[in-house]
């Protein structure tokens, strides 16, 4: 079998060390260059195969048919662009070419939602850690239109530490976390916000989202809690979501509550769908977990991949 | 200084431990007993002050002038009757008096919000530990009459373990809850719920609350998101709380967002305040953290007690 | 490829529930039962696969060609020789064959060192977590002589609570065991012991071990220090363990320290060799790390079994 | 009651805040400044007081009787002179002027052993966070001449996060740390070993140490494991400990395990001792517990200052 020559910019950070690992056990994928500016020269291991992370300089962007680029948001459209200019096929893990933050997006990586679009596409925008637990838990209710028009979706979201970067951070220290729990970014300031607003338009929601992502004394994961008011009544509402997934290798709807515990080191969304008791208007709570590096960041990134090479998307996937 | 010989029922769990560390170096009270049927016999250390607890059959009700009753719901009201027949004064902290749960119910002691009714109580109903923090949230834009009538209040809320008992269980060991995170009861499903809505009506508000609780890795503490639609959009939303709760000694309204770091060990409660942005109906985030032992539980008692018998309501206790 | 039919006893517990998870997922066998007495018709899901647990009672003994029991001490001697009886081979995962615990020891699967006697055995006794760690950090020096006759070798070792059992217990609980480390079984009173004394005399050494294990707040892993005067000087001492144990899959001799995250999930032992500085005989300190439910426990268990059964010892295994 | 007028330098730091901390709240010191030259002009909140983090540059030392330096190791002793100098007593908290590093070592501040010479002094090298476990734990022991002659004492420690430093590390980060264990400085490379030594040599032990420590997945915290071959066999090892230490406030001697849940945020030593079974020459293995930021660092430092100052030894300190 032709195995596919990849690359990975921005290799060092927590999502870049991923796709390091997912890439080197890929058996359709064989690592090309692993770039990172700030660890160059410096070793990774990934279960048996030990990387060294190159300079971006240094690198041969046309040695990869296929690139990852997990840098920085900024910094990634420039080195895409080259990427591209090589001739390579791009999976960009950053926000610069999803919708919400830019004019000209890229197609959009939500897998299960998104396949068409993504088949033939060069370059994908993979969409961020948050947004796709939020989007994948939505969908199946926009998609039929149940959702009430007008109405604010709440979604309450917590991570794990490993979404909030690899440098060094006071705020990020062992000492500092433990044993706390906080909620950053109040009153609709994160940054994924416009990448949801945009989605839940685009499946048709005439909707606008708060959100109030937390932070976990976790290493990984999230959970998110999406409360939805509806236009009528769902007697059974996990039905619809089972029914839309129907088929789906790596989405999970369970009649028990989803946990981190269920998601970490797989590349799923696990969710539960549930009717609120004592409200007046009809609302249902879908709580939706992920592994904030997985289906939120590389395991999604090496799906889409495959699905853009023809490849079977389950291919060298944890599930 | 006469010291208030003080009785504590249900003294093993975790809010009665932390009942027994209050009372133990409380200026104005000694301890008379400390009944625990589990543990009967088995000591335990607080601070400098060594504790055996004794049978609850074994027990003089008649030496205790207060008693705390930190005994399971269903429960306490008995010996609740036989404490307040032997003459003492009593905090319940079941939810057997609690509004919502019962058709008599006892002054509720959400102390900063009730204290005149408490201060000539005989008989309080100590707040949950969830309600205190979203009460003491919520109770300033009920007051004004800012809250839609009519609108959801969206609740996600996060505790610490300590919150779920001291009984072992399988799914709070160490190995089971640590780099996990999860939700319960969704779908309005808590037993506190009645108790925040009734709050809610009493306190003037025409609207349901939408309660998820989740079970954080940590010991100790809860971090309430509460997100309520308003009447109107205001411009900067701390001050109302500032003046609301100004001169308490125990209510810190902050522009940093609380965390559980913050609030563990101290009888308070603290909180943010943010506007919005990007929806459509003015809504406010309302942001509380409290340890869940303290202001949610043997702290807030203690605070009771002090009003109901006369002392400086902040002596004893942990600010 | 034949599938070996295989029956758990005891699959509940931590171990039990590793050994299912590696059973379902080995290529070259196929689970015939899952027995558990506490919780006889629950569920638990290994990955895709989901498996119900059966009464003991109700169990076809000679159903499976292989049998592993995690039973407890004392209760495991029993089911193996029922199982033996039946004409099953048998991996004896608790203490009641092992080697200074019982007059009739089995063969004892320590594998890389008595890899000759388990491949013609049909009854292996698998050792214990905390002796793996410090045998196989042992075993290069005791094979050549060099631990000085007479000398005390001083073990330090510490463990996750997965090493204390699945049953719920007052002490394990998340509350309890966050935040804290503590010792247990000071002065050599772990069941261990004799176990690790009894091959450190098999295996030539005229020495006792001071054995002081601890437990850690972490779910998974073991490491274990250990101090061990040697009869002359090793200038680069990681040479004589990296010469001993060349070839073998599941040991890595590393310069860099070995640490827990390294070997979770991993059925390796992984460690690192340092002359002692400063001490007037010559003292080596060696440091080795393994997950307690694979290399110490399941892991091994199947690498015994693969031996036994004459197929690759590495099959089925995460290294 | 006078006050004493005292300054921090390196206030920011882990030990520092520790000790802004104690200063704010003794009833008996009040602070002159808190320096800190990487946070100048930050605040910090300490209880209900807010110290703002001076330039050491503005600092006037001469405001000070008393100076606390946590600066770090080689940069605290140009300070400490200034001090001096301006007339002020000091405690030092970096190993500036400890025994084993320096040829002009000031008094050492193991108060409980030290009490005389510190009295009078001037200057304290406040002692080590490990050593201050270690040579409690022996110091019962060498005064007695029971320790063999020539023997190795084993040491094994284990350390929380916070004795790490407060600087942000990569291998610090909550993500790296938690469910993680390791050892470092094997083979007697630490920094405290020439402390612990000299001090073995000053209570009359001709003995080395042998010091392995390791870092915890906890904030805080150190455990200590020490090995001690003796002279003879001693029946009831703790009361020997219980003499010794009779009527020292701070130092608690337990039949039951010491843990770190038991010390943390006390000033205290809290300690077992066992006789070891099983080995041939008689051996005691001592576990002793300390908070690595109270009686390992600025606990013990205002234990000094107090004693030095002519105030009881108690003030101010949480035992």
């Keep these: 079998m032709h195995k596919i020559a990849v690359g990975i910019l921005g290799a060092s950070g927590y999502a870049g060390r991923e796709l390091c690992g997912l890439v080197s ?9 692993a770039a990172a500016n700030g660890q160059r020269g410096q070793r990774a291991r990934f279960g048996a195969r030990e990387i060294t992370f190159v300079a971006p300089d240094d690198v041969q962007l046309d040695a990869a048919e296929m690139v990852f680029s997990a840098l920085p948001h900024g910094a990634s459209a420039e080195w895409v662009g080259a990427a591209r200019t090589s001739g390579a096929k791009v999976i960009d893990l950053s926000s610069d070419f999803r919708p919400g933050n830019n004019a000209a997006a890229a197609p959009y990586g939500l897998t299960e939602i998104m396949r068409d679009a993504i088949a033939g596409a060069e370059l994908i ?16 209710l926009l998609a039929r239109g ?11 979201a917590a991570s794990g530490v490993t979404g909030a970067g690899f440098a060094p951070k006071q705020e990020l220290m062992f000492a500092e976390v433990a044993e706390d729990f906080r909620a950053y970014a109040p ?27 937390h932070l976990l004394p976790v290493a990984r994961g999230i959970l ?10 769902i007697a059974e509402p996990g039905a619809l979501w089972r029914q839309f997934y129907a088929g789906e290798p790596f989405i999970e709807v369970t009649d028990e509550l989803p946990s981190l515990r269920d998601v970490v080191h797989r590349n799923v969304v696990r969710l539960s769908v549930h009717a609120a008791a004592n409200v007046r208007q009809p609302t249902l709570v879908v709580i939706a977990a992920i592994d904030n590096l997985l289906k939120g960041a590389a395991g999604q990134a090496v799906q889409n991949a495959n699905l853009l090479l023809g490849l079977d998307e389950r291919v060298g996937l944890p599930s």
């Design 146 to 156: 149940l959702v009430r028009p007008g109405a604010t979706i709440n979604v309450n």
């Design 224 to 233: 998110a809690t999406i409360t939805v008011p509806v236009t009528e009544s």
């Design 25 to 33: 056990r890929h058996p359709g994928m064989e690592l090309a260059f």
């Design 125 to 140: 925008a993979n969409p961020g850690c948050y947004p796709t637990a939020v989007l994948i838990g939505l969908a199946p």
């Design 187 to 213: 009153g609709n300031a994160h940054r994924h916000l416009a990448e949801m607003n945009a989605l839940v338009r685009e499946l048709g929601g005439d909707n606008d989202i708060l959100f109030t992502p």
